[in-house]
């Protein structure tokens, strides 16, 4: 909560790698469930599923390597739905609740 409420202390740069990010999942789920929903061009999500895994992978290994650690690679998948799903509850409670003080 404290990281969405103090963006404004992060570069620009930065905040636009992260919101970048967080509106590819966005906008990636979003088309998926209205496409699933319609059941038209299945094809198309099914690939463009793999592509963002293979896309995912990808970037999640430099950094698996970097941090010297392991990665379940049948694991990104459901740890990038879950992802998604915290930012998006976790985004409608920060604009729903009021404003965390530090001290």
Not at 2 to 18: K, N, V
Not at 34 to 45: G, I
């Amino acid at each position: 909560r404290r990281h969405l409420s103090e963006r404004r202390q992060y570069r620009f740069t930065d905040q636009l790698r992260i919101g970048s990010f967080i509106m590819s999942n966005v906008f990636f789920y979003l088309f998926s469930f209205v496409m699933l929903l319609l059941q038209q061009n299945l094809e198309l999500v099914g690939i463009l599923f793999v592509v963002r895994c293979l896309v995912l992978y990808i970037g999640y290994v430099r950094i698996a390597r970097k941090l010297e650690q392991e990665l379940s690679v049948w694991s990104l998948p459901v740890l990038d739905a879950a992802y998604f799903l915290h930012y998006l509850f976790l985004g409608v409670s920060v604009l729903m609740f009021k404003k965390v003080r530090w001290k």
